[in-house]
């Protein structure tokens, strides 16, 4: 699936800031940075926040890692960026913010999207007096089969 901000046509630096601006977060240098890492090439993207700060450091943008996790939470209450979970020691942020399922591939360590065709969630459990189900997170766990 394609990022809707995707066009062969546009720069880096202007998908970055078109994004930004859609949710009316200020485009700061790092921020404009880090957006277009995330989303400079139109294609969705699952990454860490150690990911992320890895790819600035040997970029051209220098910033720490708390200004990278700040940055990522900021895009996130912003709707720009979901994050994704894995456990208590893996937590991806993805560009794709509508929901959907994930694959999470042991061997690799890789998160990417389900396809959701015919997919669906019956009969969840009803949630406690005095609350609601406000999200349900599907990871799907795989790993390469034995021959």
């Excluded at 560009?95 to 015919?118: C, Q, S, Y």
Aim: contains cysteine; proline residues 3%; aromatic residues 8%.
């Amino acid at each position: 699936m394609l990022n809707k901000f995707e066009n062969k046509n546009v720069d880096p630096n202007k998908l970055a800031n078109q994004w930004l601006s859609k949710a009316s977060v200020k485009p700061t240098k790092q921020r404009v940075k880090i957006a277009e890492y995330l989303v400079g090439n139109g294609k969705h993207k699952h990454i860490t926040a150690e990911q992320l700060f890895d790819l600035c450091r040997a970029g051209d943008i220098n910033v720490s890692l708390a200004t990278v996790y700040n940055t990522l939470h900021c895009f996130c209450s912003a709707g720009l960026l979901s994050e994704v979970i894995v456990d208590a020691n893996r937590k991806f942020f993805c560009t794709r913010v509508d929901d959907h399922p994930h694959f999470f591939w042991e061997d690799t360590g890789e998160l990417t999207d389900a396809k959701i065709d015919n997919f669906q969630i019956k009969n969840l459990p009803q949630a406690p007096k005095g609350s609601k189900i406000s999200k349900v997170d599907i990871i799907i766990r795989l790993s390469k089969e034995i021959e």
